[in-house]
């Protein structure tokens, strides 16, 4: 979605019909983060979401690590981790409650 600063450092996403997120490029310093502790979005075709990860040049990988991979759960939910600008985790996967 839009976002009013246009400096680069800000991006908006959409992600309900009356919900945003907000991310800011700027921490003071690199810092390691868990991925243990992440943030999580369900989306309805992971394939589609995965496409528009590689058309963005967005890295992303699978639970343990493996770059470009999707993890299958036992439940059959699948699943893809990638880091923000400041290299926090998120999660998307395709899980349907």
């Known amino acids: 979605m839009a976002e009013p600063f ?3 450092k800000h991006t908006w996403f959409k992600v309900g019909e ?3 997120l ?3 490029e700027g921490a003071k310093e690199k810092t390691a983060h868990d991925k243990n ?3 999580c979005f369900t989306v309805a075709d992971m394939a589609a979401f995965i496409n528009r990860l590689i058309k963005a040049g967005v890295a992303y990988e699978d639970w ?3 770059p470009n991979s ?3 759960r036992v439940d059959g939910v ?3 981790y990638f880091k923000d600008p400041d290299g926090f985790w998120i999660e ?3 899980d349907t409650y």
């Open 6 to 8: 246009h400096d680069g």
């Open 18 to 20: 009356h919900a945003q």
């Open 22 to 24: 907000h991310l800011i």
């Open 37 to 39: 502790t992440h943030l």
């Open 64 to 66: 343990p690590g493996k």
């Open 70 to 72: 999707v993890t299958n």
């Open 78 to 80: 699948k699943q893809v």
């Open 92 to 94: 998307v996967n395709n």
